[in-house]
C-alpha cells in the first residue's frame, strides 16, 4: 500500500463537469488523516474510511477529519489557485502518513480532491497535530491549475 500525492484524477472532471466551488461560501471540504497502509493516489476517488488514522487518546479526531475553513481563491501568471486556513487537531494520539481532501457538497459523494504525502509517519502524543498549508501563491498553493 502506499501513498502519493496528487491531485486526484476525477476531480479534474468534476471541475469540468462543475461540481466543485471553491469560493469563499461555496462548497465544504474535509481533510482526513490516513496510515502508511492507505492505499491514497491520483486514482482516488471519495473519502474512505480505510487506512484512516484513529485517535487513540482523548482529542477532536474523528473518523471522516475535520471542516476545513478559509478557502480562497485566486489567478495570477495564468495559475489559479486555491488555499485553506491550517488545520490543528488537538489533544490527540495519532499517527498520520497522509490526508485526502475531500468536498462533502458536490454532486459526488465526498468526492476526493487531493491526496497529501508527508514523506514519512508524522506523530501527535496527548498534543496537537496541524496541517500547515504552504503559501498561497502561484508556486506553493496546496492546489494549483497551470
Known sequence: M?????I???FKKQLLDGDADFDTGG???KLALYLSTANLSA??????ATGESTDTGSGDYAAGGKALTGQQT???TLTAI???ADLSFTGVTLTARGALIYNTSSAVTNAAVAVLDFGGDKTATAGTFTIQFPAFTTSAAILRIA
Open 27 to 29: 462548497d465544504k471540504f
Open 43 to 48: 486514482s482516488a476517488t471519495a473519502y474512505t
Open 8 to 10: 486526484c484524477t476525477a
Open 82 to 84: 486555491v488555499d485553506f
Open 2 to 6: 502506499a501513498i502519493s500525492q496528487a
Open 74 to 76: 485566486s489567478v495570477a
